[in-house]
């Protein structure tokens, strides 16, 4: 009992770091630990699971039910959630039972990781180490997101991506274009639009054939 309280602080020691570390608003650890509710969550989560994996009923998802009037972000205590996990600002964040997510990972407000329907077995997401999910992205159904995926604001993703790829639009589509600053952080605001870019090469074909009938 003494090594799993151990190991839940150290944990919780670094949910808080991680806080500092991305997000530049982070000005001190009261304010952390009062005013972050991604933290409360993964805290009130971190607990649920435990006593989820201890066989102990209804009383993990009564905290995921508090947690979540609470927070306004639902957790599923059967989730596996990764070491470092931040959820920025939080609101409107559901992770689905059978969601598997690695370390180092980062998702904003309004992210969904869930089902596709009533199928049993395998449902939710996997997303991989160092996934980053923006702000209203929908990540739906047993799909694999890779290591270092980055996910645009809005997207709906619903097949699998490969690692080390970004994923934007409705449906969502891989582009191979890495669009981050220096830290590795996606940057939402330059991620590539694919629809745009295939209309301009087929602008640019249609120009091209005009040339050459001119040209003839």
């Known amino acids: 009992m003494l090594n799993i309280l151990k190991r839940g602080i150290t944990k919780v020691k670094e949910d808080i770091q991680v806080i500092y570390d991305k997000d530049p608003a982070a000005n001190n650890l009261l304010e952390v630990?009062?005013?972050?509710?991604?933290?409360?969550?993964?805290?009130?989560?971190?607990?649920?699971?435990?006593?989820?994996?201890?066989?102990?009923?209804?009383?993990?998802?009564?905290?995921?039910?508090?947690?979540?009037?609470?927070?306004?972000?639902?957790?599923?205590?059967?989730?596996?959630?990764g070491r470092r996990f931040f959820i920025d600002h939080g609101e409107g964040v559901v992770i689905g039972a059978t969601t598997i997510i690695g370390d180092d990972v980062l998702i904003y407000q309004q992210v969904t990781l869930g089902g596709t329907?009533?199928?049993?077995?395998?449902?939710?997401?996997?997303?991989?180490?160092?996934?980053?999910v923006g702000a209203?992205?929908?990540?739906?159904?047993?799909?694999?997101?890779?290591?270092?995926?980055?996910?645009?604001?809005?997207?709906?993703?619903?097949?699998?991506v490969p690692e080390y790829s970004t994923v934007v639009g409705v449906p969502g589509r891989i582009v191979q274009r890495k669009v981050r600053d220096e830290n590795g952080v996606l940057l939402h605001n330059r991620i590539p639009d694919p629809v745009k870019c295939e209309l301009n090469r087929l602008k640019y074909e249609v120009q091209e054939l005009k040339d050459r009938m001119k040209g003839g």
């Open 136 to 160: 209203g992205a929908k990540v739906l159904g047993n799909i694999t997101l890779g290591n270092h995926v980055r996910v645009g604001a809005g997207s709906v993703v619903m097949e699998d």
């Open 117 to 132: 329907g009533k199928e049993q077995g395998k449902r939710h997401p996997t997303l991989g180490n160092s996934v980053i």
């Open 33 to 81: 630990i009062l005013c972050y509710p991604g933290l409360h969550a993964l805290i009130a989560y971190r607990l649920a699971h435990r006593l989820y994996k201890w066989n102990i009923p209804l009383i993990p998802r009564v905290i995921s039910y508090i947690t979540r009037i609470i927070t306004g972000i639902e957790i599923h205590p059967a989730a596996r959630i």
